[in-house]
């Protein structure tokens, strides 16, 4: 993991890009809310949550055989999916799975998703590496909150193809990332209040990332 290296995503080309996808229609179905949650999918299929899915040459977000895929095919593009939602508090958790491609990749949760270049992005790594950041418009490459503006080892995230449970909040300015039960980082920052929700996958590497997400929660924080 190059832990200094900002991820210059398709922040231009995804949202360009968005014209030639293949597009879900957002809904607002109840259904993807239920038990208490603001939000749930478990990409069973039976229900339509909204998210993106897209196939292009660079990066994809597929929904198959009840998980949702998404891959970044080209070396620091970060690609993403959101279901069209808006939450301000919130505690988002996902269960993720590496399934191909080199360690040395990020992948991870979204919160205040504003536009392609206004979020915030929760981001472990198959080689054990953790970070929270955002985009933000003026910035060519991704600001890291966490310690040092880098990416921090942790022995709690499972390497390679291992599943991770991730957690994070977003509360007032506190974000927060949770790995498999274990609180890793905590930081402040002001800048976005409210926006959308999501997942997104970056590889450091040649060779593309494939991630799995499911069952992808928000809840409204305890």
């Given at each position: 993991m190059n832990r200094y290296r900002g991820v210059l995503g398709t922040i231009g080309?995804?949202?360009?890009?968005?014209?030639?996808?293949?597009?879900?229609?957002?809904?607002?179905?109840?259904?993807?809310?239920?038990?208490?949650?603001?939000?749930?999918d478990d990409f069973s299929g039976e229900i339509n949550?909204?998210?993106?899915?897209?196939?292009?040459?660079?990066?994809?977000?597929?929904?198959?055989?009840?998980?949702?895929?998404?891959?970044s095919k080209e070396k620091e593009q970060f690609w993403w999916t959101n279901p069209g939602k808006d939450f301000d508090n919130v505690e988002i958790s996902v269960d993720a799975s590496q399934i191909s491609g080199p360690d040395d990749n990020a992948y991870g949760v979204i919160c205040r998703y504003q536009s392609p270049e206004n979020f915030y992005m929760f981001l472990i790594s198959?080689?054990?590496?953790?970070?929270?950041?955002?985009?933000?418009?003026?910035?060519?490459?991704?600001?890291?909150?966490?310690?040092?503006?880098?990416?921090?080892?942790?022995?709690?995230?499972?390497?390679?193809?291992?599943?991770?449970?991730?957690?994070?909040?977003?509360?007032?300015?506190?974000?927060s990332l949770t790995v498999n039960?274990?609180?890793?980082?905590?930081?402040?920052?002001?800048?976005?209040v409210k926006g959308d929700v999501g997942v997104g996958v970056t590889s450091f590497q040649p060779g593309a990332a494939v991630i799995e997400f499911d069952n992808f929660r928000v809840l409204a924080p305890q």
């Open positions: 080309a995804f949202f360009l890009l968005l014209a030639g996808c293949t597009v879900i229609e957002t809904t607002q179905n109840s259904d993807c809310n239920n038990d208490g949650m603001l939000f749930f949550c909204g998210w993106v899915v897209y196939e292009e040459l660079g990066g994809s977000a597929l929904i198959a055989e009840d998980v949702l895929v998404v891959s198959g080689d054990g590496y953790y970070a929270i950041g955002k985009f933000q418009t003026g910035s060519s490459q991704i600001v890291y909150l966490t310690e040092n503006g880098e990416y921090i080892f942790s022995d709690v995230i499972n390497r390679g193809n291992a599943p991770n449970d991730i957690r994070v909040r977003c509360v007032g300015n506190e974000l039960g274990i609180l890793l980082a905590t930081v402040t920052d002001p800048t976005f």
